[in-house]
């Protein structure tokens, strides 16, 4: 089958073997996949990942109880027996494999492996297009599922890219005082004719009065940011992961009493439900397309240009 691996650097394999599926496993023909900032971390060593690519897609169940429906996958790959699983956090299982991120290959291939458990049937309704959305989307919602959000929050999110536009939409749901920063004026238009307000980086006040600040830059200097934004006592959610070792003066935390609360994957089931519904709008989003033998190239145009989504077409319909 083909793929896009990364191994000593990435590259487009148009032989690679099928993947195998174990007992808990079924194999998804891949119609459509999503390059994400992730993708573009592991490419400069994170997590030390080698393999095939992507956790971002959508595609059709080759077997079982969903055979032959549009599907979607959760990306982690739990054991479902660890001390974790058991006690209802199957997405720190200490034995887990993560699709396209560690120890399991991933989406950008004709076909993934991926546990039954895994995945959610997509509503006839929805174009895969927009279904391809659906894990970030359910990482955005992951915030309000971890903190508390109150209407009067005085809420900033420090990023205007693919992340940050789709969690400043989950979360402008729930407060009435939502700022997007960044440096983008495209991308920071696109956010504002989603009703957002926006602001550059460099013409915000850093006058220390947000009671939550999101850091999804997928930058060094988004948690450094935060510490300048956040109020004392207030909470910084870290959605951004980066390659590499990271310094940092701590002393701040420990003086002002701030909250750092790291976040992950979230609900798939409101991820979907919210994008069926349309209340969370990923119109105008994709950027460039491309098919999954330029994969390198789609990568290398995701790293180097300031795009939102680039979609890979694998076997769309």
């Known amino acids: ?21 174990d007992a808990t496993e079924v194999l998804v023909r891949v119609s459509v996949a999503g390059i994400c ?48 699983c058991t006690r209802g956090f199957p997405t720190h299982c200490r034995n887990r494999s ?12 004709d076909l993934v492996a991926v546990p039954q458990r895994n995945l959610h049937q997509v509503p006839d309704g929805l174009p895969d297009d927009v279904a391809v959305f659906t894990e970030p989307v359910a990482a955005a919602f992951q915030i309000p599922a971890q903190i ?13 890219g693919r992340l940050g536009n789709l969690c400043a939409q989950v979360l402008a749901g729930r407060s009435d ?10 991308k920071l238009a696109l956010l504002r004719s989603l009703g957002l307000a926006t ?33 004392p006592r207030g909470t910084i959610v870290q959605k951004t992961t980066v390659a590499g070792t990271q310094t940092l003066a701590w002393a701040p935390f420990v003086i002002d009493e701030i ?3 790291g976040s992950r994957c979230g609900p798939f089931d409101q991820a979907l439900e919210a994008l069926e ?16 033998a330029r994969g390198v190239e789609a990568l290398e145009h995701a790293r180097s240009r300031p795009v939102l989504k680039v979609l890979l077409d694998i076997h769309r319909g």
């Open 199 to 231: 602001a550059r980086l460099d013409e915000v006040d850093r006058d220390r009065q947000a009671d939550i600040v999101v850091d999804a830059t997928g930058s060094d200097t988004g948690l450094p940011t935060a510490l300048q934004l956040v109020r």
């Open 37 to 84: 900032e992730t993708d573009l971390q592991l490419m400069k060593g994170y997590m030390g990942f080698q393999g095939i690519l992507g956790h971002e897609f959508v595609g059709v169940a080759l077997s079982g109880p969903l055979q032959g429906r549009r599907v979607v996958g959760e990306i982690n790959c739990s054991c479902w027996s660890c001390e974790m």
């Open 259 to 261: 909250t750092l609360v």
């Open 277 to 292: 519904a349309g209340r969370i709008d990923v119109r105008g989003m994709v950027s460039d397309r491309f098919d999954l």
């Open 98 to 109: 993560v699709l396209g991120i560690l120890g399991h290959d991933g989406a950008f291939a």
């Open 148 to 160: 508390p959000i109150a209407r009067q929050d005085r809420i900033v999110v420090l990023g205007d």
């Open 177 to 186: 005082h939502l700022l997007v920063v960044g440096k983008h004026p495209e």
């Open 1 to 21: 089958m083909r793929a896009v691996v990364l191994d000593d650097g990435v590259r487009f394999d148009g032989d690679r073997p099928e993947p195998v599926c």
